[in-house]
Nanobody, 117 residues
Framework: QVQLVESGGGLVQAGGSLRLSCAAS????????MGWYRRAPGKQRELVAA???????NYADSVKGRFTISRDNIKNTVYLQMNSLKPEDTGDYYC???????????WGQGTQVTVSS
């Protein structure tokens, strides 16, 4: 059974930082592209950042230069370092694993990030 367990969300003031973690189990970690998505209040879920097994990354334009995604292929964990947070970064952040060979996707339950102005 695949499990993605997020942690690290919380309340932070604008300009602050948070680090999200997602621990994966029940899958072959190296065969999955790992990503973070977010759903802001009243908006659709959107890709924030993704990282392939070999470290290629992709970021939403709105977070480039502020967020960094990384993965530890030994600990089966993916991280999202979020710096210079803005109120518009507020939302529920979801960890995603997408299997490379057939694009089957798995989701975590989400962690809430609130950035106050």
């Amino acid at each position: 059974q695949v499990q993605l367990v997020e942690s690290g969300g919380g309340l932070v003031q604008a300009g602050g930082s948070l680090r999200l973690s997602c621990a994966a189990s029940g899958l072959i970690f190296r065969l999955n592209t790992m990503g973070w998505y977010r759903r802001a209040p009243g908006k659709q879920r959107e890709l924030v950042a993704a990282v392939t097994f070999d470290g290629n990354t992709n970021y939403a334009d709105s977070v480039k230069g502020r967020f960094t995604i990384s993965r530890d292929n030994i600990k089966n964990t993916v991280y999202l370092q979020m710096n210079s947070l803005k109120p518009e970064d507020t939302g529920d952040y979801y960890c995603n694993a997408q299997r490379s060979r057939d694009s089957v996707a798995y989701w975590g339950q989400g962690t809430q990030v609130t950035v106050s102005s």
